[in-house]
Structure formats: structure tokens, C-alpha cells
């Protein structure tokens, strides 16, 4: 009789504390939904998803943020900057321009021959190793266009324009 006794007080005490930490989950001092959700906050998931395009330029060693560049005209990118292990990297990895923004791809002549692909096929460069070398494309349309070099893809030779 001795036993169940513990048994019950055990079951009892486990009880009220699994009570009491729900209720503190509920009450506790965090933020409500509405406060999370004001002014357009992002869960941090989503922030992380963006920040690397739905992993896109997860394994860009050069990719440190997206550069805003909303005020320019024409936004140069550098094709064969220094970046995954050598001349393989766009820079900026990540450009932020406004709709009818130019932006012209230079290339440095290094890393052997690039090109400029975009994933959605609305833009294309020759491959050329030529330093000097430049494409550009004015682009009109919001959205993210995400690009590569062809030959360099796998190696993490990617980029991001995005137009507002």
C-alpha cells in the first residue's frame, strides 16, 4: 500500500508541472503572433531562405549579403572574382537594382572562360575568357533572376540580381 502511494504523489506532481509548463508556454513573456507579424517580420526560417535564395548561393564562398543598388542606372558585375577556390565567383555575388536598371557583366580575365546563364533562360552570354570582355542586360521586370557560369556551376560560380 506503501508503494502506490508514492506512485499516485509521483503521478500527481508530474501532472501539475506538465500543467504549469503549458500554461507558462501560454502566458509566458514571449511575443504574440500579431507582434511577431507586424510591419511584414519574417519567421527566421524564411529570413534564412532568402538570404541564400532557397539555397542557391548556399555554397558561394563570396556571397556576404545582397548589395543594394536601387539608385543606379547601370550596376557592374564582375565575372572571375576571387571566390570558390579561385578566379570563380561573380561580385557582387547578390545585386538589389530598380526595374530598367542595366547591368553589365566585366569580366577580369581570370578563372579560364566564363559565362553569364540565367536559370530561366532570359538571358544568355558567349563563354570567353577575354579580359574586358563585357554583357549587359537592361531588365524591366521585377522578380529574382538567379545566373551561372556554365562551366563553373558546380563549383558554386552562381549570382542573383534582384529587380524591384
Do not use: I
Amino acid at each position: 500500500m506503501h508503494g502506490d502511494s508514492r506512485s499516485r504523489r509521483a503521478f500527481v506532481g508530474s501532472a501539475a508541472v506538465a500543467t504549469l509548463t503549458a500554461l507558462a508556454g501560454c502566458s509566458g513573456g514571449g511575443t504574440t503572433p500579431s507582434q511577431e507579424s507586424s510591419g511584414g517580420a519574417e519567421s527566421a526560417d524564411a529570413a534564412a531562405s532568402k538570404r541564400d535564395f532557397g539555397g542557391w548561393l548556399g555554397a558561394t564562398t563570396n556571397y556576404d549579403g545582397v548589395v543594394e543598388e536601387t539608385d543606379a542606372s547601370e550596376v557592374e558585375v564582375t565575372v572571375g572574382s576571387q571566390a570558390n577556390g579561385g578566379a570563380y565567383g561573380f561580385s557582387p555575388a547578390a545585386v538589389r537594382v530598380s526595374s530598367g536598371t542595366t547591368v553589365v557583366w566585366t569580366w577580369t580575365g581570370k578563372g579560364n572562360a566564363h559565362d553569364v546563364v540565367s536559370t530561366d533562360g532570359s538571358f544568355a552570354s558567349e563563354r570567353t575568357g577575354k579580359k574586358g570582355h563585357t554583357f549587359s542586360r537592361a531588365l524591366e521586370d521585377a522578380g529574382t533572376y538567379k545566373y551561372y557560369c556554365s562551366p563553373h556551376r558546380a563549383m558554386g560560380m552562381k549570382g542573383v540580381v534582384v529587380v524591384e
